[in-house]
Structure formats: structure tokens, C-alpha cells
């Protein structure tokens, strides 16, 4: 008897992951702008602001992300603010586990200066 296996959905790219794992890190204060830096300031690379903005899309088009508006500052418009999802999380975790998986005995070859 043969057993049927959910389909896994698709492996995150590194850019989704840093942009899933920023959103985590900004808490409620995740919007485009701020992603943006902290991925430039964690990661240590320089990110164009329309890659975000994409990057955002279809992670919330993949339910990975949701977003709503918070309101708007004195004279401003409303900003659009993202939060991890729990099917985003298990992207992430099992993103991660599968570097983590790879890098396993490589130890001696990564720790080389």
C-alpha cells in the first residue's frame, strides 16, 4: 500500500530568508524601509530598495507574510507593516535546517581563513 506525501512547497531563496528573518527581528516595526536596513546592517550588503518591495509581494502572495496598515504619522500616509506567519516561521525553520544539514562536517573547510 503506497502512502501519499503533502507536497512540500517550494524552497525559499537566501533573499527570502533575509527578509523573513529582518521581519523577525523588526517585530511590529517591519516595513519596506526598515527591512531594508537591516538586512544592509545585519547581512552586511547593499540591497535595492525595489527587491524589497518584490521580495515582500511574494512572500505575502505565499501566505509566508501578512502585512496591514498601521496609521499614519503627523502629515504622512500610512505604512504597510509585515509580520512572519506561522506557515512563514515554518518556512524558516526548515530553511535554515537544511543549511544547517549541508554544513554539517564541513567544519574544517568553512573555519579556514
Do not use: C, W
Request: charged fraction near 25%; glycine fraction near 6%; charge should be positive.
Amino acid at each position: 500500500m503506497s502512502t501519499l506525501l503533502a507536497p512540500m512547497s517550494a524552497p525559499l531563496g537566501e533573499f527570502e530568508v533575509l527578509v523573513l528573518l529582518a521581519v523577525m527581528h523588526l517585530g511590529d516595526h517591519a516595513y519596506p524601509p526598515a527591512v531594508r536596513s537591516e538586512i544592509e546592517r545585519r547581512a552586511q550588503r547593499k540591497v535595492a530598495r525595489g527587491a524589497v518591495y518584490v521580495t515582500l509581494d511574494r512572500l505575502e502572495a505565499k501566505r509566508l507574510l501578512m502585512s496591514h496598515l498601521a496609521s499614519a504619522s503627523p502629515g504622512g500616509r500610512p505604512r504597510r507593516n509585515y509580520n512572519v506567519s506561522p506557515k512563514g516561521l515554518r518556512a524558516v525553520r526548515r530553511a535554515l535546517a537544511a543549511v544547517e544539514s549541508m554544513r554539517l562536517g564541513l567544519e574544517l573547510l568553512l573555519d579556514e581563513s
